[in-house]
């Protein structure tokens, strides 16, 4: 079978998706990963907080909001050499690529030749370069993608119509704006977005179709259960059940099937049968590291002990 890729998916069909049997969905879902990639690598990604706290924004999952009270130690931007170093760690444990990301609401003209000789002196080490830096103006992904720059990364979070119960600070077609851009550049898209923040089914639905209508589909799509840090808004929001996170990753497979799905935050509430189920529902892609930006990730090694008892290989 060809696996057609479309980008005109309906909120009816997706919302089929997630009432089906859940052994007919991953089985749909595991039969189109197997065609589009072999179902026994995974791509392994390291992430680290280069300027951490402060964020003008105010979204409601994120300890690094200003707005939000969670005993957060702020960093400033950090010094380029810290970041080769932390980088070339992160290749020595396996990673192929680096991802970098900064609290910032958006990145300013000022800001960006460093960010540039961070990115150069990044890829040189051999690495793929991710940044997340908020929204972008204008000619600033061209820059960052002529210093080297692979991926950029610009979550849509939620659904349009949840946004707002989430982030007030901006809209959702600003987040559109960013990733437009950065698609026009000629980057790699990384965009993705968070389940168990209170959305309902039909937000998960309408987050996908977002990113699966794109005219081309995201390169790579993380998603992130909430991480619930005290002190945010979140924090006390009731778990999503294993199962609906499981189908969330079942239906971004089927929907954008070329597609890396990166399992990404959360995965410390995870036990090893429920990631090993991720894996075989779809996702592809996990990031290696103690800790995501400020959460905690499990520890290289308990992965790479996952990935053995699974007969996993890391890309
Ligand atoms: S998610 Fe990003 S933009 Fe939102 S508060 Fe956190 S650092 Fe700022």
Not at 3 to 23: A, C, G, H, I, Y
Not at 66 to 92: F, G, W
Request: contains cysteine; hydrophobic residues 35%; glycine residues 6%.
């Amino acid at each position: 079978m060809t696996t057609v890729l479309r980008n005109d998916w309906k909120v009816s069909e997706v919302l089929d998706f997630f009432q089906m049997p859940f052994n007919d969905l991953i089985f749909k879902s595991h039969s189109i990963h197997r065609e589009n990639f072999n179902p026994n690598t995974i791509q392994i990604s390291t992430l680290l907080s280069i300027k951490t706290g402060g964020c003008p924004e105010n979204c409601s999952y994120c300890p690094q909001s200003a707005h939000h009270n969670t005993n957060l130690e702020k960093q400033q931007l950090m010094n380029v050499d810290e970041i080769v170093n932390e980088a070339k760690s992160a290749k020595d444990a396996g990673a192929s690529r680096f991802c970098m990301g900064a609290a910032w609401r958006n990145l300013h003209d000022r800001d960006l030749e460093y960010i540039c000789e961070i990115i150069r002196r990044v890829k040189s080490l051999g690495l793929e370069t991710c940044m997340t830096l908020g929204m972008l103006k204008d000619g600033q992904a061209e820059k960052m993608k002529e210093a080297g720059l692979d991926f950029y990364n610009h979550n849509i979070d939620t659904s349009e119509e949840f946004y707002d119960k989430i982030i007030t600070t901006r809209k959702f077609e600003d987040r559109i704006d960013t990733i437009e851009k950065v698609r026009n550049s000629g980057l790699n898209v990384c965009c993705g977005g968070i389940v168990g923040m209170g959305e309902d089914i039909e937000d998960r639905a309408k987050m996908l179709i977002t990113l699966a209508n794109f005219e081309k589909h995201p390169e790579s799509v993380p998603i992130n259960q909430l991480v619930k840090v005290d002190g945010t808004p979140l924090q006390n929001e009731k778990d999503i059940d294993g199962f609906d996170f499981i189908k969330t990753i079942a239906v971004a497979r089927i929907m954008m099937p070329k597609s890396y799905v990166r399992l990404s935050a959360g995965r410390t509430k995870m036990n090893e049968q429920m990631q090993a189920l991720c894996f075989f529902a779809g996702a592809n892609s996990i990031f290696f590291g103690e800790k995501l930006l400020t959460t905690e990730n499990p520890e290289e090694l308990s992965d790479l002990a996952l990935m053995k008892k699974l007969g996993i290989s890391g890309i």
